[in-house]
């Protein structure tokens, strides 16, 4: 029977990969230093900088300012100094992100209601964090302000803003970040378990068996895309368990859906894996081939920056990117509760990049027996 004969190659790939040491460190050494990496370490927070404050103003609002600074939660170290030449030192050789400057009329000019003279110097060789500490100080400097009697007298003029955060209210990281990660271990894992499989059939010498023996083209096929597919699927739940009861990230949607749009996501991914590997003669081409891949698919697929950044010429490349799709639904139905219509739209491109990719695959597979 059909049936029989898959279950065998199935039990074959799944013992290929468990029995060997170095199969084994894949399924659990990168799994473990991305959980822990990126949900601690990674992260796009900027927190424990250096700054250096130049204050040439003696009034008590400038000491107020140097007070305020210096208890930020954000700032490490407040490195107080009288120089301009070592402010510059200190900025050429990053030592600190920030170098602020206050003028000599600061006190009197914020007190008037007046211009004050204030001066931020960012290391620009640090666009992500100069950008956000500038945010930092342009807050905190606001804050002093609206607290002078010019600005408790312009208080009841200005129009106040109330920003409230949808689906994450306190910005927690790891809200972010860990769904992110489902999306992106299964992608690791089952390209590189997929990509190896022929190549390693071919390093044994078992490749030609293989491909003369009772099993059809389609039935190989089929059995070298279960096992990633499963192993896929149990560090998906891994994650799944890891998000909601360490990280506490709220599972909003429906988990059902999680796993139904997981199936065509592994399957995507599994053809892409299955076609380098017909295409690598030995496991570290396969390797190599899988890599070649899984960066720039990460940094298409609107992980770090948005695909609406991206340049115009480049977005259209991400619409082969299966990573793109499944971050929307996996993040959709962790923080959203998104729609069934809505899945079933993401779905439906990963549903095309699978056929394409696993149909490659198989007219590949079919070369090698002609």
Avoid: C
């Avoid at 130049?54 to 210096?70: K, T, Y």
């Avoid at 007190?111 to 964090?129: C, F, I, T, Y």
């Amino acid at each position: 029977m059909w049936w029989s004969r898959l279950i065998a190659l199935v039990l074959k790939e799944l013992l290929a990969v468990l029995r060997d040491p170095k199969g084994r460190a894949i399924l659990i050494g990168p799994p473990i230093v991305q959980l822990v990496v990126f949900s601690y370490a990674a992260t796009l927070e900027v927190r424990n900088v250096d700054v250096m404050l130049l204050n040439r103003d003696a009034g008590h609002w400038s000491e107020e300012l140097v007070a305020r600074i210096q208890g930020s939660p954000r700032f490490r170290q407040v490195m107080l100094t009288d120089s301009p030449q070592v402010v510059r030192e200190a900025i050429d050789r990053q030592r600190v992100t920030a170098a602020i400057t206050v003028g000599p009329d600061f006190s009197r000019a914020i007190e008037a209601g007046e211009p004050a003279d204030l001066q931020v110097l960012l290391d620009g060789r640090r666009s992500n964090a100069a950008q956000i500490v500038s945010g930092y100080i342009t807050q905190i400097v606001l804050g002093l302000a609206a607290e002078t009697p010019a600005g408790q007298r312009k208080a009841a003029t200005v129009i106040e803003t109330v920003p409230r955060y949808w689906f994450n209210p306190n910005l927690i990281y790891q809200w972010f970040m860990v769904p992110n990660l489902i999306a992106n271990i299964a992608l690791l894992i089952g390209l590189i378990v997929t990509a190896l499989s022929i190549a390693r059939e071919r390093e044994l010498g078992t490749f030609d068996q293989l491909m003369v023996s009772p099993l059809r083209t389609h039935e190989i096929v089929i059995g070298k895309l279960t096992p990633p597919m499963l192993i896929g699927l149990f560090h998906m739940t891994v994650y799944i368990l890891a998000a909601v009861f360490i990280f506490a990230v709220p599972l909003r949607g429906s988990l059902i859906l999680l796993y139904a749009s997981s199936l065509f996501y592994l399957a995507s991914i599994a053809g892409i894996g299955l076609f380098i590997s017909a295409l690598s003669m030995t496991q570290q081409q396969a390797i190599l081939g899988a890599f070649l891949f899984l960066v720039p698919a990460t940094l298409l697929s609107g992980f770090a920056t948005p695909i609406e950044n991206m340049p115009d010429w480049l977005q259209p490349i991400t619409v082969v990117n299966p990573l793109r799709y499944f971050l929307v639904i996996v993040k959709g139905i962790f923080l959203k509760d998104i729609p069934l219509s809505e899945v079933v739209r993401q779905t439906l491109p990963l549903l095309a990049i699978a056929i394409v990719t696993l149909g490659a695959a198989s007219w590949l597979f079919r070369r090698r027996l002609e």
